[in-house]
């Protein structure tokens, strides 16, 4: 089981980023899936999560209207389309999956499994 997070960079503030979350090893569709953050000398904090049916989708008040979550079962992936980027989204961005399948274990960093490698996202001009 491998989750592998890709698409961060270096953006200027206003910009956009898409984040991509790909799974090896198990079927995404059948997770819930969240991503995460963190930023140095800060808590990891929930940015968004997304059950097996997109009936339930959850964003953090501090991204909520600029940030927006998918998943393309077909290609076994979760994205997270990052708009009207702000310098304090600077952090490692982390997807994650529960280990129980067709469970939503909601937002708290605790209650996920599986963690791929995170990718930096540095937004600056």
Request: net charge negative; hydrophobic share 35%; proline share 4%.
């Amino acid at each position: 089981v491998q989750l592998v997070e890709s698409g961060g960079g270096l953006v200027q503030p206003g910009g956009s980023l898409r984040l991509s979350c790909a799974a090896s090893g198990f079927t995404l569709g059948y997770y819930a899936i969240g991503w995460f953050r963190q930023a140095p000398g800060k808590e990891r904090e929930g940015i968004s999560c997304i059950d097996t049916t997109d009936a339930e989708i959850w964003y953090a008040d501090s991204v909520k209207g600029r940030f927006t979550i998918s998943r393309d079962d077909a290609k076994n992936a979760v994205f997270l389309q990052m708009d009207t980027l702000k310098p304090e989204d600077t952090a490692v961005y982390y997807c994650a999956a529960p280990y129980t399948a067709l469970w939503y274990p909601g937002t708290h960093w605790n209650n996920y499994d599986y963690w791929g490698q995170g990718t930096q996202v540095t937004v600056s001009s």
